[in-house]
């Protein structure tokens, strides 16, 4: 079992930055891959960026432009999204998700059905 509890969302004026933070507990962190994905209104979910259980490898959906950074702390059981440059169109709910299929590939990590486990979610609401 794993448990996921984001944290770090709220409202944001364009152009400004949020630091979200998915707090991990249960099985041992540092053996598996973390994802986010997030939600906006009436749309699907979508992945936003994974990070490999060692943190060398790690992806980026390509309609980033290179604005989000993640990135995790073992120590800290923590995963971090950084998030600058931000557009009224990134409001969405944020989710992390844990991949313990210990298969980590660039194709894979941008599917939500190769993680197993999922946080409640983080809004993040940017203004025009």
């Known amino acids: 079992q794993v448990q996921l509890v984001e944290s770090g969302g709220g409202l944001v004026q364009a152009g400004g930055s949020l630091r979200l933070s998915c707090a991990a507990s249960g099985r041992t962190f540092s053996n598996y891959a973390v994802g986010w994905f997030r939600q906006a209104p009436g749309k699907e979910r979508v992945f936003v960026a994974a990070?490999?259980?060692?943190?060398?490898?790690?992806h980026y959906s390509n309609s980033l432009n290179g604005r989000f950074t993640i990135s995790r702390d073992n120590a800290k059981n923590t995963v971090y999204l950084q998030m600058n440059s931000l557009k009224p169109e990134d409001t969405a709910v944020y989710y992390c998700?844990?991949?313990?299929?210990?298969?980590?590939?660039?194709?894979?990590?941008?599917?939500?059905?190769?993680?197993?486990?999922w946080g409640q979610g983080t809004q993040v609401t940017v203004s025009s």
């Open positions: 990070i490999s259980w060692s943190g060398e490898n790690i």
């Open positions: 998700a844990a991949d313990l299929s210990n298969s980590y590939t660039p194709y894979d990590v941008q599917n939500s059905a190769q993680y197993s486990y």
